[in-house]
Each structure stands twice: as structure tokens, then as C-alpha cells.
């Protein structure tokens, strides 16, 4: 567990300390290093959802402010419960979008979907599920 803080910590210094474009690469290596490391670590834990897991690395990686990836966590969790199969009417996918592209997509690239969607339509995930909460989707 102290790796995956340790490797949080780092990707999170890289974007505040250097321009997007300068550390887009080592943000990106440390995106992988951090979704091998959540599958691996994962069952030595006892976790039984590893992927789940490596989804939520994945979005905390993507987003870096830690409020919002809680705001994103709760959300998600709520609407699909990190399933990238998950359907509910004509929505589907980790972030419950309303659109069918999302069922042929992998999970990560939901999670970039979602995140996009979410910045464009609330402009932060913080936004998005005080929102959600609002209008008694909870």
C-alpha cells in the first residue's frame, strides 16, 4: 500500500511542478506502473475485485486532485459500481453515459469519457455529485 501512495504522491508533484507537455511521458509511466501495481497488489490484500481497483487507480491517476477523485469515486460507485458492463436504461458503461459506444469500449477509456464528460458538462466531478445528491439520485 505504501507504493501506491508513493507513486500517487509522485505523479501528482509531476503536474504541479513541471508544464503539461514536459511530464505528459513520466505521467503516463506512472499511470501504467500504478494500474500493474493495483492488479498485482490487489489479491496479496485480499481484495476480490482487482480490476475495480485498477479502475480507481486509473481515475485517481487521470484527475490528480484527490477531492475530486473522492466526488468521481462516489459517484461512479453509486451509478455503475466501477462495472464497465453496467447498464441502466439507455445508459451504460463506469460512468452511466447515454451513449451505446460506451458497451464496446474497455474501462479505461470510459473512465476518459466519463472524466471529459463530467469536466464539460459540471466542470469538476465535485459538481457532478453535488448534483447527483441534489436532485435525490442518491
Same mark, same amino acid.
Given at each position: 500500500?505504501?507504493?501506491? +501512495?508513493?507513486?500517487?504522491?509522485?505523479?501528482? $508533484?509531476? $503536474?504541479?511542478? *513541471?508544464?503539461?507537455? @514536459?511530464?505528459? $511521458?513520466? @505521467? &503516463?509511466?506512472? +499511470?501504467? #506502473?500504478?494500474?500493474? +501495481?493495483?492488479?498485482? =497488489?490487489?489479491?496479496?490484500?485480499? #481484495?476480490?475485485?482487482?480490476?475495480?481497483?485498477?479502475?480507481?487507480?486509473? &481515475?485517481?491517476? @487521470?484527475?490528480?486532485?484527490? %477531492?475530486?477523485?473522492?466526488?468521481? *469515486?462516489?459517484?461512479?460507485? %453509486? *451509478?455503475?459500481?466501477?462495472?464497465?458492463? &453496467? @447498464?441502466?436504461?439507455?445508459?451504460?458503461?463506469?460512468?452511466?453515459?447515454?451513449? #451505446? %459506444?460506451?458497451?464496446?469500449?474497455?474501462?479505461?477509456?470510459? =473512465?476518459?469519457?466519463?472524466?471529459?464528460?463530467? %469536466?464539460?458538462?459540471?466542470? +469538476?466531478?465535485?459538481? &457532478?455529485?453535488?448534483?447527483?445528491?441534489?436532485?435525490?439520485?442518491?
Amino acid at each position: 500500500m505504501m507504493i501506491l +501512495t508513493s507513486l500517487t504522491k509522485r505523479v501528482r $508533484s509531476l $503536474s504541479r511542478r *513541471e508544464p503539461l507537455w @514536459r511530464c505528459s $511521458s513520466r @505521467r &503516463a509511466i506512472y +499511470t501504467g #506502473v500504478l494500474c500493474l +501495481t493495483g492488479l498485482n =497488489i490487489s489479491p496479496a490484500l485480499g #481484495v476480490d475485485n482487482s480490476h475495480i481497483n485498477a479502475y480507481k487507480l486509473y &481515475a485517481h491517476s @487521470r484527475l490528480i486532485d484527490a %477531492k475530486q477523485y473522492q466526488c468521481i *469515486e462516489m459517484l461512479w460507485t %453509486k *451509478e455503475s459500481n466501477w462495472n464497465p458492463a &453496467a @447498464r441502466n436504461g439507455s445508459h451504460y458503461g463506469i460512468p452511466q453515459m447515454r451513449n #451505446v %459506444k460506451l458497451k464496446t469500449m474497455d474501462a479505461y477509456t470510459q =473512465i476518459d469519457w466519463g472524466i471529459r464528460y463530467l %469536466k464539460d458538462r459540471y466542470s +469538476t466531478p465535485c459538481k &457532478a455529485w453535488a448534483f447527483f445528491k441534489a436532485n435525490g439520485y442518491s
